[in-house]
T-cell receptor, first 113, second 113 residues
Framework: AQSVTQLGSHVSVSEGALVLLRCNYS??????LFWYVQYPNQGLQLLLK??????LVKGINGFEAEFKKSETSFHLTKPSAHMSDAAEYFC???????????FGAGTRLTVKP | EAGVTQFPSHSVIEKGQTVTLRCDPI?????LYWYRRVMGKEIKFLLH????????ESGMPNNRFLAERTGGTYSTLKVQPAELEDSGVYFC???????????FGDGTRLSIL
């Protein structure tokens, strides 16, 4: 069965600083990987996805993530944090025979002025 | 296109009562998923419909939970009788195929008193 681990339930950065949110996965088959963002009182919004092809994927709002098979990782980055990036971020994987999605526990990002 | 809609957005009921949550997926999406997030914990998969059929219901906590998707359009999730530990946010998502990104509703926040 597939699973996801997000290191750090809370991450705090200063405005303009690099954002790095970590995600490691396990999967019995080549995975499909996703990052979702949840702003307060809203549903989950897709940031980016990796299915096949280029391992560096770009998403909305300047975010990108790199699929590293050797490290079983799919870390999310953004070069310069903006106040509006404050939200909770979820890494997710589809990677089992049942094709169902499994989520990490989430990382809450705080951006300080 | 209209997104995934969930109703109600909030529900507060007493222990022992019955509550029914509704999800309207994006039109044309055969796949419909229910998830739950208990406060502070990860988003957990509950079940997956393909059209009107239950593809996977391995995440359903117990037999107090009943999900239906008659006609393969909207879905309902009934909790009867509700217990305190059922409190949380219930998300619905839909997708065209199982390996495409899932589109999420805003969730129903369920509080059991």
């Amino acid at each position: 069965a597939q699973s996801v681990t997000q290191l750090g339930s809370h991450v705090s950065v200063s405005e303009g600083a690099l954002v790095l949110l970590r995600c490691n996965y396990s999967s019995s088959v080549p995975p499909y990987l996703f990052w979702y963002v949840q702003y307060p009182n809203q549903g989950l919004q897709l940031l980016l996805k990796y299915t096949t092809g280029a391992t560096l994927v770009k998403g909305i709002n300047g975010f990108e993530a790199e699929f590293k098979k050797s490290e079983t990782s799919f870390h999310l980055t953004k070069p310069s944090a903006h106040m509006s990036d404050a939200a909770e971020y979820f890494c997710a994987v589809i990677g089992g025979n049942n094709n169902d999605m499994r989520f990490g526990a989430g990382t809450r990002l705080t951006v300080k002025p | 296109e209209a997104g995934v809609t969930q109703f109600p957005s909030h529900s507060v009921i007493e222990k022992g009562q019955t509550v029914t949550l509704r999800c309207d997926p994006i039109s044309g999406h055969d796949n419909l998923y229910w998830y739950r997030r208990v406060m502070g914990k990860e988003i957990k998969f509950l079940l997956h419909f393909v059209k009107e059929s239950k593809q996977d219901e391995s995440g359903m906590p117990n037999n107090r939970f009943l999900a239906e998707r008659t006609g393969g359009t909207y879905s309902t999730l009934k909790v009867q009788p509700a217990e305190l530990e059922d409190s949380g946010v219930y998300f619905c998502a839909s997708s065209q195929t199982t390996n495409q990104p899932q589109h999420f509703g805003d969730g129903t926040r369920l509080s059991i008193l």
